[in-house]
């Protein structure tokens, strides 16, 4: 019996980075960036004003409060001239900060009472009321990014604040990993798609929409194939169709339990390989992984919750691995809110995390067999509960994973 790390450390050795493509930055959203991103230039680009005020020169105002004239107004989007010794320039939040000048004295600090700015010209004069220190109130140029950081490491996944350097470089194009092409297919003669009216016995495709919105949440491109029947020449005719497709990587649902996976197992050992492991870990049959037709391939279980479970402690990893991205799932500390007895696998129980007044407990969203997809729905993470557990008290502290989006 393998450990759960040791089985997706053996899975992940089956695959490298994808190679990159050129998105807009426009479209560049939820994708991987494939390189590091090394500054060319600072960001901001020149020294500004973090307020609305009078830019000074700190050795010119011995004591407050002092008078100065006032040389001259600088709006946000103006290249000013350099500032005159002994004088004041009033300057606007984000304005550049004019050559000689070391501080911003706020206005509120100044006797410069009115709405400032808006049409009105700055007063002549400007009484100064407390007293600048050298870089009061400057953003220096450079202080966000300078010129030659690595602001962006390869794999940082492509957020809306990653976009915002992306954009503060001027990048319009973006080096991105290409996105893994995962072909899907849902097995069993029980299965009709979700717009069919389903005949005596015959149930609605779940997994192919489950599995589709999970995959394409961690970045993946996905390659329908539908439904075929457990008929071995269906499945092979899909799998066809997945290297024709290009896949990186081949997923079935079903027909991999004990007494009915002849099918899925022969069709893949017609052109490649398939090994069952047993994983110490629940919910879990044995775990599928192999090659068909070159292409990296796993068997997942039926349940629409186990096939759930699968991706997000198999398949995402090694979606994570093809974008070049780090895995890491995204894992918070809770308490059990009710005791619990396990067989001693790894188990990952569906719960609700709750935050209260002593830190955040998880609440299991009801019965944990694997076929009820609505506990999944009211389930925000995946408890993990470790191997060798036994009885754990109400009150354990363990981790848990979240479920939403990236
Ligand atoms: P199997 O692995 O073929 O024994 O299937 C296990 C259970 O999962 C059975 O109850 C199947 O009806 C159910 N199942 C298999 N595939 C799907 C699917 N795509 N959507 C919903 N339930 C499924
Ligand atoms: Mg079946």
Known sequence: MRSVQEARDLILSHFTRLPAETVPLDDAYGRTLAGDLVSHEAVPPFANSSMDGYAVRVADVPAVPHRLPVSGDIPAGTAPGPLRPGTAMRIMTGAPIPTGADAVVPVEQTDDQRDSGHGQPPPPMIELRVQPRHGDNVRGAGQDVAVGDTVLPAGT???????????????????????????????????????????????????????????????????????????????????????????????????????????????????????????????????????????????????????????????????????????????????????????????????????????????????????????????DALLVVPAGAGHLPAGTVLPAWRLQAA
């Open 157 to 379: 996944w492509l957020g809306p604040a990653a976009l915002g350097v992306l954009g503060a470089l001027g990048a319009g194009q973006v080096e991105v990993t290409r996105r893994p092409r995962v072909a899907l297919l849902s097995t069993g003669d029980e299965l009709v798609t979700v717009s069919e009216q389903p005949g005596p016995g015959q149930i609605r495709d779940i997994n192919s929409i489950t599995l589709t919105a999970t995959l394409r949440e961690a970045g993946a491109e996905v390659l329908a194939l539908g439904i075929a029947r457990d008929v071995r020449s269906q499945v092979e005719d899909r799998l066809a169709q997945a290297r024709a497709l290009a896949a990186d990587l081949v997923l079935t649902s079903a027909g991999v339990s004990v007494g009915t996976y002849d099918v899925v197992k022969a069709a893949v050992e017609a052109h490649g390989e398939l090994g069952f492991w047993k994983v110490n870990m629940r919910p879990g049959k044995p775990l599928a992984f192999g090659r068909v037709h070159g292409i990296p391939f796993f068997g997942l279980p039926g349940n629409p919750v186990s096939a759930l479970v699968s991706l997000e402690v198999f398949v995402k990893p090694v979606l994570a691995r093809l974008l070049g991205r780090p895995w890491a799932p995204r894992i918070v500390r809770a308490r059990l809110a009710e005791p619990f007895t396990s067989d001693g696998r790894e188990t990952y129980l569906r719960v609700r995390i709750v935050e209260g007044p002593d830190g955040a407990s998880a609440q299991l969203t009801g019965a944990q067999t694997s076929n009820l997809i609505t506990s999944m729905v009211r389930a």
